[in-house]
């Protein structure tokens, strides 16, 4: 392994063309950055420490005989080397971020500094209930706008993510079929159309999943999943907005079948911030759908967290909710309903899912979004993304194959497929040439019933103008892999890295340093 005076690892980057590589493997400002093992001697230290009293030490025969190991930097060096990564990081703040179905939009700082008011902030979950009860009227107050914005008829807090409040969702129905004695039904039926996580919690609740096709224009074949119900179904999962980016139309013919064969209806609602303000849930005969706070109301998410994904539920789910749940008496006292069977009202709860009451940031950021754009403004949320997703759409399908363009406007996402591209060229150089040009990449290769799919959420908060730089940037890149531009095969070439080998990555992570981490990996 050959490490440079700057810890550049060559072998580590397919640095594009050979004229881009530098002595350092610096490329203008953008900085090369090893690991902090790698650049602070364990044998140094950045701190002058005095010279220790003499005192006796306690700690029996339990002292440290070998060296802790610990880089030794200086204080600057330590600021260099942070400062260096935290460039290397894309986000929100820095540009147009067009993953599709993660919803990265603009997060109002307004939402910051709510969440971080001490009495939101600064608490403790087992603080007495009269302590909090600021904190607990967020909550209270979150719920209620959740519950009228879905037209259902509770909601739970707590899941801590979307998937988790699938799980949450599912585990009501389970509930709900078991107190009918019928828990004999195993099978939830998803449509292809359905997000990847639908069938992932369908199957770790313990259900049987099926699949129900797409029809041609990408929506659910509503013809497969009735003639599939029946006495063995316990109920289906239908993403609405879909995953093609499509609003599920005949959502509510579905419903009525499903609960005509006993079954019950969970919609995942992660794409929510497409249809708010302008339709309800409820109205479409949903029993359970969850609410992922990071992507309709705003709050910063990627990178692993954190999200909230409450549970809104009809009339026939709620009983079997969560505990812990707010309530508020009509004296204005807000309590915490914590245990089952605390009166006649909540015998039914189906359990915890987590140990406290939710994502108290995270509430306090939505009711914060909620409050500061009102109902209009939520509607017009909505309206402004589908308009931003079809100015996409739009302005892109005579160079990009549009596979539902037919089918009539999309709602918040704009899909792309591969086809048409020169021999060889794939989504993959798109993406990769979109880097070049200063952009994240849209979502790629999902969802799985495009080939070569691109999906892209502008998401309300992207101006004209920068859409139009994305557009142009898009345009210009998918003329390239038409064209059989060689050059874009081995995009990005003002990059850091170029091509890594995503699937070693993820298969073998190398989460450990040790002294010669690559060479061990490649073994
Ligand atoms: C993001 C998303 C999920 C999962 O939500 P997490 O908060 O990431 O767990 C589920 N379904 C759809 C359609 C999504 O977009």
């Known amino acids: 392994m050959t490490i440079n005076a700057s810890g550049w690892r060559p072998e580590l980057g397919v640095a594009g063309e050979a004229d881009s590589v530098t002595f350092t493997g610096n490329k203008g400002l953008m900085l090369e950055e090893a690991l902090i093992f790698e650049i602070g001697s364990t044998e140094t230290t950045g701190v002058d420490f005095a010279e220790a009293a003499d005192a006796s ?36 703040d820095l540009g147009f971020f067009p993953l599709g179905s993660c919803t990265m939009k603009h997060n109002p700082r307004l939402n ?63 509930a709900a079929l078991e107190a009918r004695g019928e828990g004999h039904r195993k099978v939830i039926l998803v449509p292809e159309s359905a997000h990847g996580t639908n069938p992932a919690t369908a199957a770790f609740a313990g259900y049987q999943v099926e699949d129900i096709p797409a029809t041609p224009e990408g929506r ?27 609003f599920e139309r005949d959502l509510k013919e579905i419903s009525d079948a499903v609960h005509a064969a006993g079954g019950y209806v969970y919609c995942d609602g992660a ?66 309903v914590e245990e089952e069977s605390v009166d006649d009202r909540h ?49 892109l399908e005579d160079v990009l194959d549009a596979p539902f363009a037919a089918s ?49 959420e502008p998401t309300e908060t992207e101006s004209k103008a920068a859409l139009d730089q994305f557009i142009g940037a898009l345009r210009s890149v998918a003329a390239r892999a038409k064209a059989g531009d060689p050059s874009l095969k081995s995009a990005p070439h003002f990059a850091p890295r170029a091509r890594l080998d995503e699937t070693l990555a993820a298969r073998k992570p190398v989460l450990v340093w040790k002294e010669a981490p690559l060479a061990e990996a490649a073994e």
């Not at 002292?63 to 290397?88: C, F, K, N």
């Not at 003639?227 to 179904?233: E, F, I, M, S, T």
């Not at 079997?320 to 508020?328: A, C, I, N, S, V």
């Not at 939505?366 to 109902?375: F, M, N, P, V």
């Open 220 to 246: 659910v074949d509503t013809a497969a999943l009735k003639a599939r119900l029946g006495p063995d179904v316990a109920g289906v999962m239908i993403t609405n907005p879909n995953t093609c980016g499509l």
């Open 271 to 336: 794409n929510f911030n497409a249809i708010v303000g302008r339709v309800r849930p409820g109205d479409l005969g949903v029993d359970a759908m969850h609410i992922n706070l990071h992507k309709t109301f705003s709050t910063p998410h990627g990178g692993g967290g954190p999200g909230s994904g409450p549970v809104v539920l009809s009339e026939a789910l709620a009983p079997f909710g969560p505990l812990p749940f707010t309530e508020r008496y009509a004296d204005g006292h807000i309590t915490l």
């Open 347 to 395: 015998p039914h709860s189906f359990g915890r899912m987590v140990a406290f009451h939710g994502q108290m940031g995270m509430f306090t950021r939505a009711l914060s979004y909620i409050l500061s754009h009102g109902a209009d403004g939520l509607r017009q949320v909505a309206e402004d993304a589908v308009l931003n997703a079809n100015y996409v759409l739009r302005s």
């Open 112 to 174: 910051e500094k709510m969440a971080r008011l001490p009495g939101f902030a600064d608490i403790h979950p087992l603080q007495p209930v009269d302590t909090v009860q600021g904190a607990l009227g967020v909550i209270n107050e979150l719920a209620v706008w959740l519950i009228k914005l879905t037209g259902m008829h509770g909601v739970a807090m707590s899941p801590k993510a979307g998937a988790h409040g699938e799980l949450c969702g599912i585990l009501c129905i389970k």
């Open 57 to 92: 030490q306690r700690l029996g025969g339990l002292a440290r005989t070998a060296p802790i190991g610990l880089p030794g930097l200086s204080e600057p060096e330590t600021v260099r080397h942070y400062t260096r990564l935290s460039r290397q990081n894309y986000g929100i």
């Open 408 to 456: 009539g406007p999309c709602m918040h996402e704009a899909l792309f497929s591969d086809d048409g591209m020169a021999e060889g060229f794939t989504t993959l150089d798109i993406a990769k040439g979109l880097i070049d040009e200063g952009f994240h990449p849209m979502t790629v290769y999902f969802p799985l019933v495009v080939h070569g799919a691109m999906l892209v």
